[in-house]
């Protein structure tokens, strides 16, 4: 199983700053890489899956990049919709798993 | 706009068997392939297995033994049955769609969801 870990586990970021997500794969996943954002109550929503490539109606502040074991997640000025959990997973070898979650919060 | 929405008993007992039905709405069922995703309370997310319209499925290894999918194509819907549950399978439980753009399909990424369904399990 490929496991994908997450850090940090919680972020603290003001409001119209930057927040950098890193999530790491045990093994390489090429770019079979999506990110999900979840809000508490509802669904997972994806933004990136391709490792980069924004799903769509996702705003452009919302980035992805890496390849292989290092991926990240920015969000390049973080507006109030945007505190939530996000979540990595890797879709690389027909078994798919997550990380654990970051949890965005306000500073 | 496709949906998905997920049914089933909200309380199973231990030992019994979870049954859930997701119905797809506002698209056809065929040629993509559907997933059950759970997330215990509080926690992260954990992808179950898939079923393709044509029957074909994939399921996680660490469940692999208690669960089986189905796919009723007359009536646009996929199940999920999880045999001799415990605590430990209480979650809320979501029905998925694979992402396809362009024609292409890409499996393993999810952009269509259910809104989850809490399934406990207790006596």
């Known amino acids: 199983e490929i496991v994908m870990t997450q850090s940090p586990a919680t972020l603290s970021v003001s409001p119209g700053e930057r927040a950098t997500l890193s999530c790491r794969a045990s093994?390489?996943?090429?770019?079979?890489l999506a990110w999900y954002q979840q809000k508490p109550g509802q669904a997972p929503r994806l933004l990136i899956y391709?490792?980069?490539t924004r799903a769509t109606g996702i705003p452009a502040r919302f980035s992805g990049s890496g390849s292989g074991t290092e991926f990240t997640l920015t969000i390049s000025s973080l507006q109030s919709e945007d505190f939530a959990v996000y979540y990595c997973q890797q879709y690389n070898n027909w078994q798919y798993t997550f990380g654990q979650g970051t949890k965005l919060e306000i500073k | 706009q496709v949906q998905l929405q997920e049914s089933g008993p909200g309380l199973v007992k231990p030992s019994e068997t979870l049954s859930l039905t997701c119905t797809v709405s506002?698209?056809?069922?065929?040629?993509?392939?559907w997933s059950w995703i759970r997330q215990p309370p509080g926690k992260g997310l954990e992808w179950i297995g898939y079923?393709?319209?044509?029957?074909?499925?994939n399921y996680n290894p660490s469940l692999k033994s208690r669960v089986t999918i189905s796919v009723d194509t007359s009536k646009n819907q996929f199940s999920l049955k999880l045999s001799s549950v415990t605590a430990a399978d209480t979650a809320v439980y979501y029905c998925a769609r694979d992402h396809c753009t362009n024609g292409v399909c890409y499996t393993g990424v999810f952009d269509y969801w259910g809104q989850g369904t809490l399934v406990t399990v207790s006596s």
């Open positions: 506002g698209g056809s069922i065929s040629s993509y392939y």
């Open positions: 391709g490792a980069s």
């Open positions: 093994q390489s996943v090429s770019s079979n």
């Open positions: 079923i393709y319209y044509s029957g074909s499925t």
